[in-house]
């Protein structure tokens, strides 16, 4: 079992930046791919952003391209979202994951550990 929990969210006007942690704690012995999803209210869940078990291989979601940065600190056992240029849209409850395989994946169905998700708040 591994265990995620996400912080750093909250409140913050349009144009700012935040940054998310996702702190793993149990099995984690191994490192694993891991990725931040994120699910706005009335929608379904959506891929933000993966990195793979060593951090050289990032993915991104077109909408966040250029804006977020994922990265990961593995002697932390940690992985953050850092996000600039926030918009009104990027307001949503993000949820990190774990997938226990060899690569990282855009996909919710591919990850099997899931954190308890943070809220980020983008005001106008």
């Known amino acids: 079992q591994v265990q995620l929990v996400e912080s750093g969210g909250g409140l913050v006007q349009a144009g700012g930046s935040q940054r998310l942690s996702c702190a793993a704690s149990?099995?984690?012995?191994?490192?694993?791919?891991m990725g931040w999803f994120r699910q706005a209210p009335g929608k379904e869940r959506e891929f933000a952003a993966a990195?793979?078990?060593?951090?050289?291989?990032?993915f991104y979601a077109d909408s966040v391209k250029g804006r977020f940065t994922i990265s990961r600190d593995n002697a932390k056992n940690t992985v953050y979202l850092q996000m600039n240029s926030l918009k009104p849209e990027d307001t949503a409850v993000y949820y990190c994951a774990v997938r226990r395989g060899i690569g990282a994946a855009t996909t919710s169905a591919r990850y099997e550990y899931w954190g308890q998700g943070t809220q980020v708040t983008v005001s106008t």
């Open positions: 990195i793979s078990r060593s951090g050289e291989t990032t």
């Open positions: 149990g099995r984690t012995d191994n490192t694993y791919p």
